[in-house]
């Protein structure tokens, strides 16, 4: 059974940091799209950062230079580091993955891609940056 567990969010200052967390099961996550995603309510949810076919991370514009993206394959984990945090980070936090692999996909990952592309959700994780 697939999953993915989101974990780290909270409350902060602005200007604060948080790191986030997606533990994968059920799967091989290294063989596959994972991406950040997150979502404020009655918006479109937005990718936030992902691995190219290469391995070097992609960021969206807004997050660029203040979030890191990282793996360990080992753990199939993905996590987030995200600093300078502002409010306008505020949003539910999801991790998400293709179920296609990425073999099949010519490795095609970025957090540009539509979510409907992405078959597994984790519950989301909700981080809340106070002004």
């Known amino acids: 059974q697939v999953q993915l567990v989101e974990s780290g969010g909270g409350s902060v200052q602005a200007g604060g940091s948080l790191r986030l967390s997606c533990v994968a099961s059920?799967?091989?996550?290294?063989?596959?799209?994972m991406a950040w995603f997150r979502q404020v309510a009655g918006k479109k949810r937005e990718g936030v950062a992902a691995f190219d076919p290469l391995g070097a991370p992609l960021y969206a514009e807004s997050v660029e230079g203040r979030f890191t993206i990282s793996k360990d394959d080992a753990k199939n984990s993905l996590f987030l580091q995200m600093d300078n945090l502002s409010p306008e980070d505020t949003a539910l936090y999801y991790c998400?993955?293709?179920?296609?692999?990425?073999?099949?996909?010519?490795?095609?990952?970025?957090?540009?891609?539509?979510?409907?592309?992405?078959?597994?959700w984790g519950h989301g994780t909700q981080v809340t940056v106070a002004s």
């Open positions: 998400a993955a293709q179920t296609v692999l990425l073999s099949r996909t010519g490795g095609l990952c970025s957090p540009g891609l539509p979510p409907i592309l992405f078959g597994y």
């Open positions: 059920g799967f091989d996550h290294s063989n596959h799209c």
